[in-house]
């Protein structure tokens, strides 16, 4: 069943693929599901966070070297990856904060930014589609409006009367949001790496981050992906400019992971497919579509309008 299943991710920047909800993604292609990236810009206005690439050469050619980055994150979790083809709008700081350059992703009315995105998925046919919920995972505004694209996408995709010069209709099944970074997962973490008499890079942050339980309760599908963390930290190592091997995100040894939090966690954001709740597969509820038969036609039927899915 698993080659007739088709997953899309909804990223901002080159890197986000990687850093989000990478080891599901590499279980997933591992399992013969069929995987895309849509990514909304290039990352051109995204700072050098490995020290070791913070050179004028690279900043010279920050567009391009993050392609690249792109390509080689790509074949690593063997996934297919399309550029939407806005411009990165950049993080903002200070106070007050500047105004976002003219022309940014961010800046754009969400029905001209989401064509694109609604082409590419009548094209994909996605049944399964992930993005970041409306904080952007965290308040980045390429973030935030790439929420506000996908979540677009998602609704517009399956309707005749929408962008009808864009494709087929096509109707994805489920919607998710990534939660990888949430209290209990760090809380976790850290408190195996103190047992083992480690240091923890999660201390200082711990320190003044007050647990939510209502947004903890937000997360209900947890995919199991121990397996497949180490492909997840050679994919994020190929994003050079963004992610520094000896860095934050490699602090805590990967057995430490593997143990403590053996799953990437998400929260079903819209589904039209019945499914019970807790899940820990993106596509539960999907599958049972098939009718326990491999029927891809029942599947394909679901997701095109005057069904079920539409």
Not at 222 to 231: G, K, L, Q
Not at 232 to 244: E, G, N, V, Y
Request: net charge negative.
């Amino acid at each position: 069943m698993e080659a007739m299943l088709r997953l899309m991710h909804v990223h901002a920047h080159p890197d986000d693929e990687s850093s989000k909800g990478a080891a599901s993604t590499a279980r997933y292609v591992a399992e013969g599901v069929d995987v895309h990236v849509a990514t909304c810009t290039g990352g051109e206005r995204g700072s050098i966070l490995n020290p070791n690439m913070d050179r004028p050469d690279v900043l010279a050619n920050i567009a391009e070297i993050r392609r690249q980055e792109m390509d080689a994150a790509r074949e690593i979790l063997g996934i297919k990856q399309d550029w939407l083809g806005w411009v990165d709008s950049g993080f903002p700081e200070g106070d007050p904060k500047p105004p976002l350059p003219e022309g940014c992703f961010a800046l754009m009315d969400v029905e001209e930014a989401a064509e694109p995105l609604v082409r590419l998925v009548r094209e994909f046919k996605p049944h399964v589609m992930t993005t970041y919920d409306e904080n952007g995972g965290y308040p980045h505004p390429d973030h935030i409006m790439c929420h506000k694209v996908a979540v677009h996408a998602f609704e517009a995709a399956g309707d005749p009367d929408r962008y009808p010069d864009s494709g087929e209709p096509w109707q994805p099944l489920k919607l998710y949001y990534h939660h990888s970074f949430h209290y209990a997962r760090f809380k976790a973490l850290n408190d195996e790496m103190l047992r083992r008499g480690l240091e923890s890079p999660y201390e200082e942050r711990l320190r003044d981050w007050k647990p939510d339980p209502v947004h903890a309760a937000r997360v209900t599908t947890r995919v199991e992906c121990a397996d497949w963390f180490a492909v997840r930290d050679r994919a994020l190592i190929a994003h050079a400019t963004q992610i520094d091997p000896e860095g934050f995100w490699f602090a805590v040894p990967l057995e430490v992971h593997q143990q403590v939090w053996p799953t990437e966690d998400y929260e079903l954001a819209r589904s039209l497919v019945e499914t019970d709740l807790p899940e820990d597969d993106l596509f539960a509820g999907v599958r049972e579509l098939a009718d326990g038969a491999g029927d891809p036609d029942h599947l394909e039927d679901a997701a095109r309008p005057g069904t079920m899915g539409a």
